[in-house]
C-alpha cells in the first residue's frame, strides 16, 4: 500500500514573527517498492516533507497516510509505524551512544516484542547489509571506528528494524566516492527487494543515477513530480530555479544543442555512453 | 517541537526593545529587589501596575510575558503548600502530626508564589526584549567596575557569550537527535521512571560528544585568529544613554524607593 500525503500544511512557530511556512496545501502519492529522490533549494520544506512522511511530527492541517491508515490518528500504533518507516538524517552518525557496534544497532528493536533470536538475527543481517564484517566489528566501541564505518553502523541501527520505507536525507555527504558508491549500490539493492526508498539529495546526478521518481519542491509546494526521465527535461527551468542536473543530462542537453540527435531523456551516464561513441566515430571518420 | 523557546529574544521596536541593555540589566535587578521588598498590599498594586504598564508598552503579548509560569505550575503548588501548612504552629487550624494550616501560612504562600511570578514577568521581558549577545554586553559593562577586585570581567563575559551563542546550536541538535532515536524506536515519553532514565541515554551521550567535539574545535578556531586573552580586548561602544534611559531608571528606583518608605 502506498504512502499518501493529503493536502498537507506544516508552518514552523505559526503566530510569531518567526513564523515560516515549510509546506502548503501538499498533496503527493508514493507507491509500493519506488525510488523516489527529492531535490529542491534549501528551504524549500523536503526536510519537513520527510519529517511528516516518518510520523516525526503530525501536519498542522492535512493528512499523512500509510498502508490505508492516517499515521497521526490517535489510536495508530507507533510502534509498528517505527518498524515500518526507518529514517536516516544527514551525518546520521551522531546517534551512536552504546557500548558496542551489535548494541547499538540493536537499540531501536529493544521495544520491538522480537524474540531475542529474531532481534541477533536482524543486527547480524544490518550489519552485513551496510557492508561491515559482523564478527569482527560486534563487540568494538562505535566510537573506535572510522568515519565511513561510523556512518555505516548508525544506517545500519535503522535497517535493523526492516523498515519497508527508507528514507534517507543527504546520505552521501561527506562520504569518499568510494563509500557513495557502495552506498547508492546498497539503496538500489534494498530497492530491488522491495524497500521503497525516499533519498533527499542535492547531487543531481546520484538522484538521476539511481531514482526511478522524481520530485521537486519549491517553496513548499510540488514543482516536478514526474518519472526521473522526464523530470529532468526542461533543462532551462532547473537552471533557473538553481537545481541540479545530472551532468549526462546536461550533456545531451549540449550536444543536441550542437545538432547532435540524442533522446531528451538521457539523464544517466550508461545512456549517454553509446551516443558518445557514435559521435566519436563520426568525428574520426 | 514547534514551540518557541522560553525567554527567546523576539526582535522589536518597542520603547522596551529600544532602551539601553545597561539599563534594562540594572533595570530589573532594581526591580527584582522592589519586589523582594514589597510589604503592604498596596504595595503589590503599585508592582502589578508597573509591570502591565512594561508589558503594555514592549508590545509582547501576555502569553509571553507569563512564558514557563505554566510550566512552573507544580513548584508553585509545592512552595504554596509547604508555607501553608509548616508556616506556624500558632494560630493554626488544627494541628496534626507535623501539619500546623494556618491563615497566616496561606497568606505567607501565596505572597511567595506572587513574588516569583513578578520576578518571572520582568525577567521575561527583558530576555524577550534584548538581543542574546546585548546582554552579556550590558553584564560586562556592569561587572567591570569589580575589575579593581579581581574579578575577570572580560573573561566571565567571553564565557556567557560563548555559552548564551550555543543555546540554539545545541538545542537544535538535540531536537535531531531526539527525532533520530524516536524513529528509530526509542521512547522518550515513558511513565516508568527508571525507563525515563535509561531513555535519556541515547540522547545525553551523543550531545555531549557532540558538545566537546564543538569546544574543540571553537577553540582551534579562536586560537587560529589570534584569540589569547579576554582581558585587554576592544568590545562594541555603546550609544550615550538616551532621555528615555535615564526616565526608564528614575521610574523603577522610584518604585523600589517607595516599597522601602512604605513598608
Not at chain 1, 510569531?16 to 529542491?40: P, R
Amino acid at each position: 500500500m502506498p504512502i499518501e500525503i493529503k493536502h498537507a500544511s506544516y508552518t514552523y512557530f505559526p503566530g510569531t514573527i518567526f513564523e515560516s511556512l515549510a509546506l502548503q496545501d501538499f498533496s503527493l502519492q508514493i507507491d509500493d517498492g519506488d525510488y523516489v529522490g527529492i531535490m529542491g533549494k534549501t528551504g524549500c520544506g523536503k526536510s519537513t516533507l520527510i519529517q511528516l512522511i516518518a510520523g516525526l511530527m503530525p501536519p498542522l492541517e492535512g493528512q499523512i497516510i500509510i498502508d490505508g491508515k492516517d499515521i497521526n490518528a490517535r489510536d495508530y500504533p507507533r510502534e509498528e509505524l517505527r518498524r515500518k518507516v526507518g529514517i536516516v538524517f544527514q551525518y546520521p552518525e551522531v546517534q551512536l551512544f552504546e557500548t558496542s557496534v551489535e548494541k547499538d544497532v540493536a537499540f531501536g528493536l529493544r521495544h520491538s516484542g522480537l524474540s531475542k533470536t529474531t532481534i541477533a538475527e536482524n543486527v547480524r543481517w544490518a550489519i552485513e547489509t551496510v557492508g561491515l564484517d559482523f564478527e569482527a566489528i560486534r563487540a568494538e566501541s562505535p566510537f573506535s571506528l572510522s568515519g565511513g564505518e561510523k556512518r555505516r553502523v548508525a544506517i545500519a541501527g535503522v535497517l535493523a528494524a526492516k523498515p519497508k520505507i527508507l528514507i534517507l536525507d543527504e546520505p552521501i555527504v561527506g562520504l569518499d566516492p568510494r563509500g557513495r558508491a557502495a552506498f547508492l549500490e546498497l539503496t538500489t539493492h534494498l530497492n530491488a527487494a522491495g524497500v521503497t526508498i525516499i533519498m533527499v539529495s542535492h547531487n543531481a546526478d546520484a538522484i538521476a543515477e539511481n531514482a526511478q521518481r522524481v520530485i521537486v519542491l519549491e517553496d513548499g509546494r510540488l514543482l516536478i513530480n514526474a518519472p526521473a526521465k522526464h523530470a529532468f527535461r526542461d533543462v532551462a527551468l532547473l537552471q533557473e530555479k538553481g537545481i541540479g542536473i545530472s551532468p549526462a543530462r546536461e550533456m545531451a542537453h549540449l550536444l543536441s544543442a550542437c545538432g547532435h540527435p540524442i533522446p531528451q531523456d538521457t539523464i544517466r551516464y550508461q545512456e549517454l555512453l553509446p551516443f558518445l561513441i557514435n559521435i566519436g566515430k563520426g568525428a574520426s571518420r | 517541537m514547534n514551540r518557541l523557546p522560553t525567554g527567546m529574544y523576539l526582535p522589536g521596536d518597542s520603547p522596551i526593545h529600544r532602551l539601553d541593555p545597561r539599563v534594562k540589566l540594572l533595570g530589573l535587578f532594581i526591580s527584582v529587589t522592589a519586589i523582594i521588598l514589597v510589604r503592604p498590599l498596596i504595595g503589590y498594586g503599585v508592582i502589578l501596575a508597573f509591570l502591565a504598564f512594561t508589558v503594555a508598552l514592549s508590545g509582547l503579548s501576555i502569553k509571553i510575558a507569563l512564558n514557563s509560569v505554566q510550566r512552573l505550575s507544580w513548584f508553585f503548588l509545592v512552595i504554596f503548600m509547604m508555607n501553608t501548612f509548616f508556616y506556624s504552629p500558632e494560630n493554626a487550624w488544627f494541628s496534626w502530626w507535623i501539619f500546623t494550616p494556618s491563615s497566616a501560612g496561606l497568606m505567607q504562600g501565596v505572597d511567595v508564589v506572587l513574588r516569583v511570578v513578578f520576578a518571572l514577568v520582568a525577567s521575561n521581558v527583558i530576555t524577550s526584549s534584548t538581543a542574546p549577545m546585548e546582554i552579556t554586553n550590558a553584564l560586562e559593562a556592569l561587572i567591570s567596575p569589580f575589575k579593581l577586585v579581581g574579578i575577570p570581567a572580560e573573561q566571565i563575559a567571553m564565557i556567557l557569550s560563548i555559552a548564551i551563542q550555543f543555546i540554539p546550536t545545541f538545542s537544535e541538535e538535540t531536537e535531531m537527535i531526539r527525532k533520530a532515536q524516536t524513529a528509530r524506536g526509542a521512547r522518550f515519553d515513558s511513565k516508568k521512571l527508571t525507563e525515563k532514565a535509561a531513555a535519556v541515554l541515547p540522547l545525553v551521550v551523543p550531545i555531549f560528544l557532540s558538545a566537546f567535539k564543538r569546544a574543540d574545535e571553537l577553540s582551534i578556531a579562536m586560537e587560529a585568529r589570534g584569540y589569547r586573552s579576554a582581558s585587554g580586548r576592544t568590545r562594541k561602544k555603546f550609544a550615550p544613554l538616551k532621555v528615555d534611559d535615564y526616565f526608564a531608571l528614575l521610574i523603577v528606583i522610584a518604585i523600589c524607593i517607595l516599597q522601602i518608605l512604605i513598608r
